[in-house]
Each structure stands twice: as structure tokens, then as C-alpha cells.
């Protein structure tokens, strides 16, 4: 497909009737707009002539009734129009598609309108027409919008709705449900043929039994696809309430932080609460021994004058029991220790050692002495521990003081809100956190009900393969049929797998050899595809890379766009809005010299800010920058689409 001309009524910024008429040429096209002037707009505009859609942030659909150019001061919603104009396979289309045409009825209603090569295409046809051109599914790989991003982010978290779907997207453009919809279409012909067996089999008294076997089995199995069919379809209509609901809150993003932060804040200043209560009743729980504390120099120092005293009374009392031996032995004669006789020249040498103090009023002394200290060691306190315990307490305090103060900021700013807001707000968040709980339980049950379903129906082959090999003439004709099926079934899947990871080793290797041209990093070597057509950057030692850059998401998602326009049988122009707002100047570059090899149709809507016109005119040589257009302001209401690049 190849874009000729886009005509616009009163669409968005675009007042009355305007054109822009695509280049012939094959290259790069700049459309140059400043932030508001209707870059998106017109995005939006080659989208509506298409599918009769209008996108905003985070892909959610505009109302129609909005989109229309206004006059001053009008409410009412207003009519509008485009025609796109685009050839494919030597034929040429318009298809227009208009709304706010009246419905006789006081309402408004949209007209649709398809001409091929001069011949008007009925509803039906033209319908068949565009979903073989140009699929909704598959527009994202050639509407490139850079602020969704993160869609393609999901591609490296398998089972995640948007993943699925991106992947689902990827696998039509590469024709992949041909060969899904050809497998599927011999699995119910083998259910059916199955279902004959069966019933062929149940006329022999030979066979009955596993005939009638086989025919619960297959019900069962029946019982278990619908099973797995009706969780698919809660999963399904659970993710888009999930959708919905986020995207209705897409516009309350500051209250939901402020709400989230205050939940945070307050179980923050329960926990401290917590924390403040438990160190006060710690500290008043020995509130009896902050005396002891505080007596404690006092009681330290009287106790290392007892330990002086005590260690002279019992100097004095040994020295005073010495003499009062050796005295004894002077005047018995005998030592009182060993029984000996103690000589004339021994006792000489004991009389100067006469005792002086009396070791009975001594020892009194040291016990009265040794009382004193231990009661003045049960006096005694820990210090340290009450220091510390105060310390604490005190920094509890202080914390609670500082959350207590950060929780009432967050009470002021939800304070202004409009009144009803925040209950509003609450609501839908509630709302939410019950359909993401749903959905994730649905989803469990959908895992196990498809385990459920491949053991029934393992059960029904295993016993159609028993059928068969019993042989009997009544079931011949059946169990050729089952058996020819089963084969071609078998074939078809594996011919799927096949398919498949060829495709995948095909965007692989494209988008490698992209993004090696993309790239400004050295050090990442290639890219690495998943089951999902994620991708991952690799190191030279094949190694991925962790965590990677919003930059480089940026190239990644161009890289796998370039590689399915590469390897899809489908071809089309590459338009994309915001191409460069997560880029360095010099991937900026990269991109430019790169572009003209994903399409032969290439479109970026930009801003001077964005990208600079000299350096894409000496990157965009020898012919590939084919026009340029810019949207010059004519009033907040009124942008001009004017040819040429701005003055």
C-alpha cells in the first residue's frame, strides 16, 4: 500500500477543507508542527479514514462528538471528514468516511464510502477490502507512535494482555493464521470424524463398549474446550473492565499518586505510632530503676572505697592470725599447725610477731564492711541501657513527628481537590484492585481448565487409537478417516511450530541487523527473540542486557517494526509521530540514515525542537528527502497545512 493524498473537513485544528498530497518518490517525508498545531492530529486523521478511529494518551479512543473543528463558543458537536487516497497491487481506492451526517432522527450517524478505480464498492466488499490491505490489529507497525512504547515493553513478559496481543498482532502481519486457522479447521473435522467413529462403533457388539467409551470421552472433551472457551472469554471481557478502568483513570494520575502516598504516610504514622508506644512502655517499665542510674556514680565510687577497705581488713586479719600462731607456738611449745616442737632459736624469731589487732573484732569489721557492699552493688543500675532507651524513645518521637507532618502536607494537596474527586477516585481504584483480582484468578482457573482439556482430549485419541486397532469391519471407513486426519493435524502442527520459529529466526536476524544501524553502543552486539517476539539486546559474549534504557526501548521497537516490514507479505508506509523524544543526537542520526530502509514510505512528524532540519538534510541525501510540509498556525482554533519546510 502506498499513501497518495489525505483530504480533511473540519477535522481537529484543520478548518474547512485541506490536503496534503504524499510524495511519489519513494523516501522520507517531514512534517514539521509545533507541540498543539495538529502533528497527532493528523496522525489520527490517515487513522480515522481507516478504521473509524481517534486515539489519545495511552491508546484510548477519543469520543467522535469531540473531534470536529469548532467555531468560538460552540458546544455542539460538529460534522467531519477525510479521504484518504492510496494505491496497492496497480489499483487505485479512496475511502472516505464522514461523520455527523444526520440520521433523520435527530441523531448522528457515520457514512462509509470505497471507489476502486472508479467503481463504488459495496459494504460487504469494501470491508473485505480493507481487512486484507490493512488489518486495525496490525496499524501500530505502520502508525508508530513512540509514547506507546511501553506496548512493545510487555512483549518480554509472556502471559501479559498487551503482550498477547502485540503478539497477535505481529503473527497476522507475518501470515501466520493461515496455517492456524488450516490446523484448526482439520481439528474439527477430526472431533467430527471421531464423533462418527464412535457412533459406528456402538452398532457392534464387538466394539460397544469402547464405543460408548469413546463417545463420553469426547464429551467430556467437548465439555472441557467450552469450559476453556467461556474462561477465555471472562479473561477477555475482565482485561478490557481493566483497561477501561485504568483509562478512565488516566486523567486523575496526580490523585491517584496523592491517594496512593497518603495510604503509605498513614500506615507509615501507625507503624511509627506503633514503634513510640512500645519504646515509652519500655522505658516506663524501668522508670522504678532511673533512680539507680542515677545514683550509680555515686554508688560506683562509695563501692571502690569499700573494695580499698575490704582488701586492707584483710591484710590486717591475715597478718593478725599469723601472730596470734606464732604466739601460741612460743608459749605451748608446739607448732598449732603441724603438732611439732618449736626450738629455743624458732621461738626467738617468733616473739617479735606478738599479735596487735584482734582477728575476732576484724573479721566482724570485714563482715559488716562486706554487707555494706553488696547491699550498695544491688543499688547499682545500668545506665547505658536507660541512656539508650531514652535515645530511642526520643527518636520515636521525632519520626512520628516527621511522618505526622508529611501526612498532613498530603491532607492539605487532597484537600483542594474538587469536591468529590477523591471519593470518585477511591472508587474506581477499588473498583480496579477487584477486577485485577478477578483477573488474575480468572486466569488460574483458564490454566488449569486448558491442562483439563489436553488430558480429556489425550483420552479421547488414546481411545479412538484402541478403536482402530481393534480392527472391526463396522468402524474400517471411520478409522481410515480418523486416522487420515489425525496425521494431517500432526503435519499442521508441526508445521505451525515450523512456521513459526522460522518467522522468529527471520525478525531475529532483520531486526539485528537494524538495530546494529540504530545503535550507538559498541558493546551491544545483536538482538535475541522470545516465543513472544520480544526482544532482548545481547553483549558480544551473549549475555542480555539488564535494565535497559528508555532510549534504547525506543530503538528496539523501531528495530522490530523495520524487521516486520522486512519479513510480512503485507508492505505499507511508515508514519510516526514523536520518532526522536527519546533520543541522544547521535541515535537521532543514526535513525535518519535508516530510515529509508524500513519502507519505501516514510513520514515522521516532528518539531524543530526534536530534530534539527540541517543535520536531516545532510543525512537525508542523494534524493531521499522527497518533501517536507509544516502546519503554520492560524489560531488556537486553526491550523494550515502548507507545503514546504517552515520559514
Known sequence: MRLLR?????????????RYDFASAPGVELLWGENGRGKTSLLNAIRYALFGVVLGRASAQIDLTTVGNRDQGSSEPSPFKTTLTFEHGGQTFKLTRAYGVSDGAGGVRERVSMVRDGDVLGPEERDQQMARLLPEQIARFFLFDAELLQEYEQL???GSDAGDKLKAAIERILGVPVLTQARDDV???????????????????????????????????????VNVEALTEQVEALQTDVNDVEKSLAGSARYQKLLATRNERRLE?????????????????????????????LVTQRLAELERLDDDLSERYRRAIEAQQGALAVSTGQCPTCKQEVSTAAAALLHPHAPTDDPAALQAEMVALRS?????????????????????????????????GQ??????????????????????IEQLAGYKASLTNTRSRLAEARTDAVAKDNAVTALSDRLHRAGAGST?????????????????????????????ESVEDEATKIFRLLSAEPDYDRLRINDSYGLSILFADGSPVINRSSGYEHVVALSLTAALQRCSPMSGPFITDSPFGRLDGRHKRHVLATLPQISDQVMLLVHDEE??????????????????????????????IERGAPA
Open 6 to 18: 489525505l483530504e480533511v473537513d473540519d477535522f481537529g485544528p484543520y478548518r474547512g477543507t485541506q
Open 156 to 158: 518480554l513478559n509472556p
Open 187 to 225: 481439528a474439527a473435522a477430526l472431533k467430527r470424524a471421531r464423533t462418527l467413529q464412535a457412533k459406528a462403533a456402538q452398532k457392534d457388539k464387538a466394539t460397544r463398549d469402547l464405543g460408548n467409551n469413546l463417545q463420553i470421552a469426547q464429551d467430556y472433551a467437548d465439555q472441557a474446550r
Open 407 to 428: 501526612l498532613d502536607e498530603v491532607e492539605a494537596d487532597l484537600a483542594d481537590a474538587p469536591p468529590g474527586t477523591l471519593e470518585a477516585v477511591s472508587t474506581v
Open 269 to 297: 504514622v501507625q507503624r511509627l505510632q506503633q514503634r513510640s508506644t512500645e519504646r515509652n512502655d519500655e522505658l516506663a517499665a524501668r522508670a522504678s530503676e532511673i533512680w539507680r542510674a542515677v545514683a550509680s556514680p
Open 476 to 504: 474400517g471407513v471411520e478409522d481410515r478417516r480418523v486416522a487420515l486426519l489425525s496425521q494431517l493435524l500432526a503435519l499442521l502442527t508441526a508445521a505451525v511450530t515450523d512456521f513459526r520459529d522460522r518467522l522468529r
Open 372 to 404: 555494706r557492699r553488696a547491699a550498695l552493688r544491688a543499688v547499682g543500675g545500668d545506665p547505658a541501657l536507660i541512656a539508650r532507651l531514652e535515645r530511642e524513645a526520643d527518636q520515636a518521637r521525632v519520626d512520628l513527628s516527621d511522618a505526622q
Open 611 to 640: 530534530l534539527d532540519r540541517q543535520m536531516a538534510l545532510g543525512l537525508l541525501g542523494d534524493g531521499q528527502l522527497v518533501a517536507e510540509h509544516h502546519l503554520r498556525r492560524v489560531s488556537g482554533r486553526h491550523t494550515q
